[in-house]
Each structure stands twice: as C-alpha cells, then as structure tokens.
C-alpha cells in the first residue's frame, strides 16, 4: 500500500504564498501521474494540477499564472507552490498518484487545510 502524507497547509492573508508538499511511499516515477485535488465545504474535489512521468503538465483555469506543480524525484516528493492566494482557493487540498492499464493503482493523501482569509 502506497502512503501519500500533504504538508504545509495553513492560514494565509489574501495575496499571500504557500507550498503544499506531497511525500509518497515509493517512487513518484513509478505512477503514470500525480496531481493535487481540493475540495471546498458544499462542492465537489476539482483538479487543481498534475502532471505526468513524461512531463507534461495540467492546470485548472482558476490557478494558471499563480500555482505552481513541481517535483523532487530523488525525495519521492510532489509540491504544488501557491502564490497569489484568493479566498476562493480555501479548501482542503489532497494529493493523489495514479497508474492506469492492466496494473491500475489509484492513492489519495489524507488533505491539508488551505484558509485564505485576513
């Protein structure tokens, strides 16, 4: 069983930065892909960024140009930097690594806190 452990969460005045680290149990280069997830009270998880083994990234429409998905394969640590904070970004927010095919594997982290708010 794959671990996922979030850190970095908080509180952040509007216009503020955070760095959300995702540390995985095996190595990050072994899933097809990872991402980061948030989930606000009363709405669905949404796709907030992620990226695959070959490099290519994605991001939500509401995050371009302020966050940031990165990765440290030899730590085995995904981090998703966030500048620019909006109220609208409070949620909490979840890591998640994924295999597709006939060896499909699918790990969610257990979340972090994100408060934007002053």
């Known amino acids: 069983q794959v671990q996922l452990v979030e850190s970095g969460g908080g509180l952040v005045q509007p216009g503020g930065s955070l760095r959300l680290s995702c540390a995985a149990s095996?190595?990050?280069?072994?899933?097809?892909?990872m991402g980061w997830y948030r989930q606000a009270p009363g709405k669905q998880r949404e796709l907030v960024a992620s990226?695959?083994?070959?490099?290519?990234?994605n991001y939500a429409d509401a995050v371009k140009g302020r966050f940031t998905i990165s990765r440290d394969n030899a730590k085995n640590t995904m981090y998703l930097q966030m500048n620019s904070l909006k109220p609208e970004d409070t949620a909490v927010y979840y890591c998640?690594?994924?295999?597709?095919?006939?060896?499909?594997?699918?790990?969610w982290g257990q979340g972090t806190q994100v408060t934007v708010s002053s």
């Open positions: 998640r690594a994924r295999n597709y095919g006939l060896a499909m594997e699918d790990y």
């Open positions: 095996r190595r990050i280069l072994s899933f097809n892909t």
């Open positions: 990226f695959t083994t070959v490099g290519s990234t």
